[in-house]
């Protein structure tokens, strides 16, 4: 039995639109509240503009009213274990804690990791308000 979640970040990889490195990625996004929201990685000739699955799994969440998340799945075609990029993982980190957890797809089993491990340090609110803080002082 696979993970539902997973599930999810599957029947998003149809959706994809990959012209270019045909590496297809899906994402499902579960709320505090248990909502969930999926994305689909979509390039753009300009890579710089691409949209990631998780990304775009966020950016559904958030314009729904939706900003506290509890668990991510991402999975590609390949089923590779990928894990969300640094950039992705800055915008995890706006919206949840070190706690997040985000299952990675390996096929027939899943790596299972935590926001904080993934990006330790991040940059926050409070860091912000630290070095604001830090400079005042000056």
Do not use: W
Not at 71 to 79: D, H, I, N, P, Q
Not at 118 to 127: A, D, F, M, R, V
Request: net charge negative.
């Amino acid at each position: 039995m696979t993970d539902p979640l997973i599930d999810r970040g599957r029947d998003a990889l149809d959706s994809a639109h990959v012209p270019y490195s045909e590496y297809r990625v899906g994402a499902a996004l579960r709320t505090a509240d248990g909502s969930v929201f999926v994305g689909c990685n979509i390039e753009n000739a300009n890579y710089s503009n691409s949209l990631h699955a998780e990304e775009v799994a966020v950016a559904e969440a958030v314009k729904t009213g939706h900003t506290e998340f509890e668990r991510l799945a991402v999975t590609s075609a390949a089923r590779d274990g990928v894990t969300p990029c640094g950039m992705c993982r800055q915008t995890l980190a706006e919206f949840a804690g070190d706690d997040l957890e985000i299952v990675c797809d390996r096929g027939e089993r899943v790596d299972t990791y935590t926001l904080g491990e993934l990006l330790p340090n991040t940059i926050s609110q409070g860091t912000l308000d630290a070095a604001s803080q830090q400079g005042a002082d000056r």
